[in-house]
């Protein structure tokens, strides 16, 4: 069955592909023996930072009644690219559908230049790593999804959030925290990710420095994950961190930002390549939610910055 696309997404796919991602995902679930898992809708306001965050690599495909048959959103951070999410309606998978979209996010991102491509799916999931892996993506480390309930706690140094700036302020902390990042990992660049989150108002950057140079930033969202729940966390996107002291102090000044928010929890996806901050986060009281499996395409591996630092991007939205 031939589909059409890809094209890009606008406001009126989004109830589209609410309802493809939550049947795809749940789907998904069923067939590794989950059946009683649901996967609810996301929040639209998490949709329209997916879509503006990958702007042209957001694609759209469509079958013969022109209804929503499969999507990717490839992104691309500077020279850091990945995809997702991406998912292929139940009744047109093991078709080739899946693989015709990855390949054209591939084939996008390569056309930006990007040195790294990667994604992440579930550890659990047999059949997607091994369709990742025909498709020339390698398996890397564990993502593992960390929680704790936060309390007041004291935050030593100097941090702010861009949030609390002025205009200026903040355009000038943005260009201060590229530069820093490109100092470690040359030609990432995070500017966009902080500038959409402040603009459509669904979190914050947490900027620690020392000596008048910026040693580390975390970026946040507190929006609500899925269209139906309460804002009950405070999601850590990005982190990158010069020093294991800088890492702790962008965790506990997220959590105050939480706390200051009435927001009962934090959530940070910690990447196992680190294993110096999976042990800070597990003697800050962190548990263990959730797994998935990072993978970068053959060639385009994921960057790694100088030893003693640390960087935790996120794959997911």
Request: hydrophobic share 40%.
């Amino acid at each position: 069955m031939k589909i059409r696309g890809p094209r890009p997404p606008t406001d009126s796919d989004l109830d589209a592909l609410n309802t493809l991602f939550s049947e795809s995902f749940t789907d998904r679930y069923r067939r590794d023996g989950l059946s009683g898992v649901r996967v609810p809708k996301l929040n639209q306001q998490v949709w329209k930072y997916a879509i503006e965050d990958a702007a042209d690599g957001a694609m759209l495909w469509l079958d013969e009644r022109d209804d929503l048959v499969a999507f990717n959103m490839a992104h691309h951070s500077g020279a850091e690219g990945w995809m997702g999410p991406l998912a292929v309606r139940p009744d047109r998978q093991s078709v080739g559908v899946g693989k015709q979209i990855v390949s054209a996010a591939i084939e996008w991102l390569r056309a930006e230049g990007v040195r790294t491509i990667g994604l992440e799916t579930m550890p659990r999931t047999v059949d997607n790593i091994g369709f990742y892996g025909r498709l020339g993506f390698l398996p890397r480390h564990l993502t593992i999804t960390m929680t704790t309930d936060v309390v007041r706690k004291d935050v030593a140094g100097s941090m702010v959030c861009l949030g609390d700036l002025s205009y200026s302020q903040r355009e000038a902390a943005m260009e201060q925290c590229s530069i820093r990042l490109n100092r470690s990992i040359p030609h990432y660049d995070f500017t966009r990710e902080l500038a959409l989150t402040y603009e459509l108002d669904i979190g914050d950057t947490v900027v620690v420095e020392r000596g008048g140079q910026v040693r580390g930033f975390a970026l946040w969202h507190s929006v609500p994950l899925t269209g139906d729940g309460a804002g009950d966390e405070i999601r850590l996107l990005k982190i990158f961190a010069d020093s294991i002291a800088t890492f702790e102090q962008l965790v506990v000044g997220t959590e105050q930002c939480a706390v200051d928010l009435g927001i009962p929890r934090v959530a940070i996806r910690c990447q196992t390549a680190y294993s110096d901050a999976f042990g800070k986060l597990l003697d800050l009281g962190y548990s263990i939610r959730w797994t998935d499996l990072r993978m970068t395409l053959r060639g385009y591996p994921e960057a790694q910055v100088p030893n003693g630092e640390f960087l935790f991007s996120n794959w997911e939205i």
